[in-house]
C-alpha cells in the first residue's frame, strides 16, 4: 500500500464500530475527520477533527469537503449513509465503490427485492399491505409476521406481529423509523439463519467468510438480536455450489468493481432466503478474522481506496481463503438490557485467553442504554473475537 500519511480523510458516520476505522486510519498518519449530528457519537473521540452535521447534509457536507481540501471520502458503518457516501463522492469526483444501480439494488429492502428477483434470488416472501391497513390485505395475512422500515438497519425499527394491533403498532415504528415513511411485512422467519461476507476487487469477486447466525428469541416481539456468530457456516457447501453463482451473476450485472458485502439467508427446507444487504464494513466486523487468518484487511483496503481509487492488496486470490484455512471461529455478541451501566468486569480477563483475538467494547461505565436501543445492535456491550483449531475448542 502507499504512504497515505498526511492525507485528508472525511468520514460519514461516529458509531463505536466506525471509531475503530477511525482509529486505524489515524495510525496510518492520515488526517481524519468525522461527520455525525450526535455531538457525543464514539467515533469522534478519536478523530482529529469533527463537525456535528447530519449525514445527509450533502450541501454542507461539501463545504466541509472544499473548506478542509479533503482526499477522499469513505462512509463508516451505517447503511444508511451510504447513498450518501455516493452522492457526496460524485459531486465531488472523489474515487466511491458504490453506483447507482448498487445503490438502488442494495441500500433499501425494496430494491433488495426486485434485483434478487431479477436475478431468481430468492428473497423472504412479503405481504401486500400499505398505511391504510385495506381490509382485503390483512385478511390475507397469515400471523406471526416481521414489519422492517425499508431503508434502515441492524434492527432498528423492525418488530415481530402476532396479530392485528401489533401490526399497527409494528407499521408505526417503521415509519417513524424510516427515511422514506415506508415499511415492509414479511413472513417471520423461525430458521437457520447465515451471513456471507464478499469482497470486491478490481472486478474480480471473493467469497470470504460465511457465518452461521445465532440470534436471541428472549426479547418479546422486537427483532432478534444476534448473540453468535460460528464460522464456518453449516451450510457452506451448498451455498458454495447453489447460491454463490448466482450471487455473482447479480453482482456482475449490478456492476460492483470494488469493496465488501454482506448478505444475510435464511435457510428454511434447504431453501435460501436473501435479505439485508450492507454494501460496507459491517458491525459484526467479519474483517477481524479474516484479517488475522487470511492477512488481508478490510479496513485498510476501503481507506486506500478512498484515497487512491485502489483496494491495495496483491496476491488476494491466494490469500482468501473463505474456510479460514481450517479453523473455527465464533464472534460473540454481549446484549444488555436498558439502564446506567455500573460496573463491567470480565472483559479484561476475557481478552487474555488465548482463543481470544479482539473484543469490540461499545459501552463504558456510567454509559446509559436507552429503552429504544433494546431490540437492535445498539444495544450491544461487546463483541468477543474468538478463533480455535476446532469447533469443539
Given at each position: 500500500m502507499k504512504d497515505l500519511s498526511g492525507?485528508?480523510?472525511l468520514i460519514l458516520g461516529?458509531?463505536?464500530?466506525?471509531?475503530?476505522?477511525v482509529n486505524l486510519a489515524n495510525k496510518l498518519g492520515i488526517y481524519t475527520i468525522v461527520v455525525d449530528p450526535n455531538p457525543n457519537a464514539p467515533a469522534k473521540v478519536y478523530a482529529k477533527k469533527y463537525y456535528n452535521i447530519d449525514g445527509f447534509d450533502i450541501e454542507n457536507l461539501i463545504k466541509v469537503a472544499n473548506d478542509e481540501e479533503i482526499d477522499g471520502i469513505l462512509v463508516g458503518v451505517a447503511d444508511i449513509l451510504v447513498p450518501s457516501y455516493f452522492e457526496l463522492c460524485d459531486k465531488l469526483n472523489f474515487p466511491c465503490y458504490a453506483n447507482k444501480n448498487i445503490i438502488n439494488a442494495l441500500s433499501s429492502k425494496d430494491g433488495f427485492e426486485k434485483a434478487c428477483k431479477?436475478?431468481?434470488i430468492k428473497t423472504i416472501p412479503s405481504y401486500k399491505l400499505d398505511k391504510n391497513f385495506s381490509s382485503n390485505d390483512l385478511n390475507n395475512i397469515k400471523y406471526p409476521v416481521m414489519v422492517k422500515?425499508?431503508?434502515?438497519g441492524g434492527g432498528v425499527g423492525m418488530s415481530i406481529c402476532f396479530n392485528k394491533e401489533e401490526l399497527t403498532q409494528g407499521v408505526n415504528n417503521a415509519i417513524k423509523n424510516s427515511r422514506k415513511k415506508a415499511f415492509i411485512t414479511e413472513k417471520y422467519m423461525d430458521c437457520d439463519d447465515i451471513v456471507a461476507y464478499y469482497t470486491f476487487q478490481d472486478g474480480e469477486i471473493f467469497l470470504s467468510a460465511i457465518a452461521d447466525r445465532i440470534t436471541t428469541k428472549k426479547?418479546?416481539?422486537?427483532?432478534?438480536?444476534?448473540?453468535?456468530?460460528?464460522?464456518?457456516?453449516?451450510?457452506h457447501l451448498k451455498y458454495k455450489s447453489i447460491i454463490h453463482p448466482m450471487m455473482i451473476k447479480m453482482f456482475k450485472g449490478l456492476g460492483i468493481k470494488n469493496g465488501v458485502l454482506a448478505i444475510q439467508f435464511f435457510v428454511e427446507n434447504n431453501d435460501f432466503f436473501a435479505y439485508d444487504p450492507g454494501f460496507r464494513l459491517q458491525g459484526e466486523a467479519m474483517h477481524i478474522h479474516i484479517n488475522y487468518i487470511n492477512g488481508f484487511d478490510h479496513r485498510l483496503m476501503l481507506i486506500n481506496y478512498a484515497l487512491t481509487g485502489s483496494m491495495g492488496v496483491k496476491g488476494l486470490k491466494e490469500k482468501n481463503d473463505f474456510l479460514f484455512l481450517g479453523n473455527h471461529c465464533c464472534t460473540l455478541w454481549v446484549l444488555l438490557n436498558s439502564g446506567i451501566i455500573k460496573n463491567i468486569f470480565g472483559l479484561k480477563k476475557i481478552e487474555k485467553d488465548s482463543s481470544v483475538i479482539f473484543i469490540m467494547q461499545r459501552f463504558n461505565e456510567g454509559d446509559e442504554v436507552l429503552k429504544n436501543m433494546v431490540g437492535n445492535e445498539k444495544q450491544v456491550l461487546a463483541r468477543i473475537y474468538i478463533v480455535s483449531k476446532t469447533k469443539e475448542e
Open positions: 492525507k485528508k480523510l461516529g458509531n463505536p464500530e466506525t471509531g475503530i476505522l431479477k436475478y431468481k422500515p425499508v431503508d434502515n426479547q418479546g416481539i422486537l427483532s432478534p438480536v444476534c448473540i453468535a456468530s460460528v464460522y464456518p457456516s453449516k451450510h
